[in-house]
């Protein structure tokens, strides 16, 4: 079988790190990859939103399977433009459809959703131009601190938490205004939910599912969970109040309702669910759904499958999933991310990474990498990801930190604190 992974960050650096595992793999692309990538696989040039352009390439190289990493495509129809092309009549395509994508790609979207299938999130209400004022006295309503979220995408920075009523008020408006361009037509202000976040996801068909080992990210660029916040600077797996209590909670009140909803949609949905979840008083509420694995979380759930994902992948597409059992080993996994100096504001690339071949604790998973005059160099804001086993998150943590001494680039800057607020 032949495997197209777009995308080239970690998250897959991961997948295509797991599918080149299977015995059912005969070639592995990944478009357009990184350094690490190009280790296992055969990068490709390729634009992941130039359908067509991946059409032509998916013909003339026989891909039967397109795996969709970022949330782009999807959100563009990548899912769509290929179902209705008889030529690919034969292509499994991981991800949804562009309808079940607006759970990500809209924000207002995935609140109406959650709100008429009854999934526990927070209080809501989505501002326009043309109702600013009726918004403003719903912000009068809330306690502050206030929510505010672009209505699409926004490249991960289109909310704000805010304590200031007035400065709240300034900043709505200059979101609408255009602040975060075209995604900020529309204003989702939220009630403020106090609690510690954690991510679970399963995987789809669209009629069934299997929930996949659940984990916790850490974005604020600071020690301590401080300063801007980032694309992540790590992820551990399994998470410490993740009990079978609150895990049922979660599949009973959240998962099923989702699937359920999905169904009565009508939706094609066969891919990923990331449920961004906030435990308040033992509790689960939902803070965002993303319509793909999350990255880092990707670099500490795929490591812990124990089974071959490709028959996976394969059973979703052909909506057999229910006859799937997903092994997961019982170890813990627990990843950091080195990024680049800077980061998440200004930072250079192209610094040459040293010391990659000296790491034997641990699986390095390329985020931001790329290769030049046969060196590996930086080429993003996040650049490795870090992941180790252990018996335990902590375990897993310190051979990770032992492996990072291993590693150098100019300026490579990581947190020091992972998993410490879950020591109690």
């Not at 939220?190 to 996949?212: A, H, N, P």
């Not at 999905?262 to 669910?273: P, S």
């Not at 500490?300 to 394969?314: A, G, H, Q, T």
Request: with cysteine; proline share 4%.
């Amino acid at each position: 079988m032949n495997v197209l992974i777009l995308g080239s960050g970690g998250r897959e650096h991961a997948l295509a790190w797991k599918i080149a595992q299977s015995k059912l793999l005969d070639k592995l692309y990944v478009a357009p990859g990184n350094a690490g990538t190009l280790q296992i696989a055969e990068n490709v040039p390729l634009n992941i939103l130039n359908f067509e352009e991946i059409s032509e390439f998916i013909i003339s190289n026989k891909v039967d399977m397109l795996v969709v990493g970022p949330e782009d495509p999807l959100v563009n129809g990548i899912v769509d433009f290929f179902s209705i092309r008889p030529e690919h009549n034969n292509l499994m395509v991981i991800g949804p459809g562009k309808d079940g994508a607006q759970l990500e790609g809209s924000k207002d979207f995935a609140k109406k959703f959650m709100q008429k299938y009854n999934i526990p999130t927070a209080r809501y209400h989505t501002a326009t131009n043309e109702n600013l004022e009726e918004s403003i006295e719903f912000l009068k309503t809330l306690d502050p601190p206030f929510v505010l979220k672009a209505d699409g995408l926004a490249a991960g920075k289109g909310v704000l938490i805010l304590n200031d009523f007035e400065e709240t008020v300034s900043e709505l408006k200059n979101i609408l205004e255009g602040k975060f361009g075209n995604a900020g037509s529309k204003v989702v202000i939220e009630e403020y939910m106090d609690g510690v976040e954690c991510s679970v996801f399963v995987i789809t068909d669209g009629r069934s599912y299997k929930i996949l080992p659940e984990a916790k990210d850490y974005k604020r660029i600071g020690e301590n969970n401080t300063g801007l916040n980032t694309g992540g600077m790590g992820a551990v797996s399994p998470v410490s109040f993740y009990d079978e209590q609150f895990a049922a909670k979660v599949e009973n009140s959240i998962i099923k309702p989702t699937i359920h909803g999905i169904k009565e949609e009508n939706m094609d949905y066969k891919g990923f669910i990331f449920f961004g979840l906030i435990n308040i008083k033992g509790n689960p509420y939902v803070i965002e759904y993303n319509v793909r694995m999350g990255d880092p979380e990707t670099e500490v759930v795929i490591p812990r499958i124990e089974s071959d994902l490709l028959p996976v992948l394969m059973s979703v597409s052909g909506k057999e999933l229910e006859n799937e059992n997903i092994r997961v080993d019982a170890r813990a996994v627990s990843t950091v991310m080195l990024v680049s100096g800077g980061y998440p504001e200004e930072y250079e690339k192209g610094k040459v990474i040293y010391g990659l071949d000296n790491v034997t604790e641990s699986i390095v998973f390329h985020a931001g990498t790329s290769v030049k005059d046969s060196e590996n160099v930086t080429s993003g804001g996040r650049v490795l990801a870090v992941s180790s086993y252990g018996d335990n998150i902590f375990e897993a943590l310190e051979k990770s930190y032992k492996s990072i001494k291993k590693i150098k680039f100019d300026k490579m800057y990581y947190r020091k604190d992972l998993g410490n607020d879950l020591k109690k």
